[in-house]
């Protein structure tokens, strides 16, 4: 299987997840939920970096269009699980969130992935490891 689609499909999946348990913690306090906001990105750009990072560091091949194609996928399918979770978990979303969802929540996914995975890639060099005994 490509490292891409599992890339993509795995950080989809995680945040598409963190969206939904986002949006249903705003239904229950909508005021106070900016530490909870900042720390999921920080938590999801996070996931990003680290993982390219050790795939730098393992030296996986053609790892810098692995991640830029991941990124879209993870963006792509985020936006679609993020609108089934919402309508299952948190409200009544229905289909006409789905546009800005591909577009806009889409995008914004994207760049969380690709920057921090920029980032991870160009750190992942400077990781060490430690004697083989």
């Given at each position: 299987?490509?490292?891409?689609?599992?890339?993509?499909?795995?950080?989809?999946?995680?945040?598409?997840?963190?969206?939904?348990?986002?949006?249903?913690?705003?239904?229950?306090?909508?005021?106070?939920?900016?530490?909870?906001?900042?720390?999921?990105?920080?938590?999801?750009?996070?996931?990003?970096?680290?993982?390219?990072?050790?795939?730098?560091?393992?030296?996986?091949?053609?790892?810098?269009?692995?991640?830029?194609?991941?990124?879209?996928?993870?963006?792509?399918?985020?936006?679609?699980?993020?609108?089934?979770?919402?309508?299952?978990?948190?409200?009544?979303?229905?289909?006409?969130?789905?546009?800005?969802?591909?577009?806009?929540?889409?995008?914004?996914t994207a760049l969380l992935v690709?920057?921090?995975?920029?980032?991870?890639?160009?750190?992942?060099?400077?990781?060490?490891?430690?004697?083989?005994?």
């Amino acid at each position: 299987m490509q490292r891409w689609l599992i890339r993509g499909a795995v950080l989809a999946v995680v945040h598409a997840t963190a969206n939904v348990v986002v949006s249903l913690l705003r239904v229950k306090d909508p005021t106070g939920q900016t530490t909870v906001s900042a720390l999921t990105l920080g938590l999801l750009a996070g996931i990003a970096a680290v993982w390219a990072a050790t795939d730098t560091w393992r030296s996986v091949p053609d790892r810098g269009r692995t991640w830029v194609i991941a990124s879209l996928i993870a963006g792509w399918g985020s936006a679609v699980l993020g609108v089934i979770g919402r309508a299952a978990f948190v409200d009544a979303t229905s289909t006409s969130a789905l546009g800005s969802a591909l577009t806009g929540g889409a995008a914004f996914t994207a760049l969380l992935v690709l920057i921090p995975a920029a980032l991870g890639l160009l750190t992942g060099p400077y990781l060490t490891r430690s004697p083989t005994r």
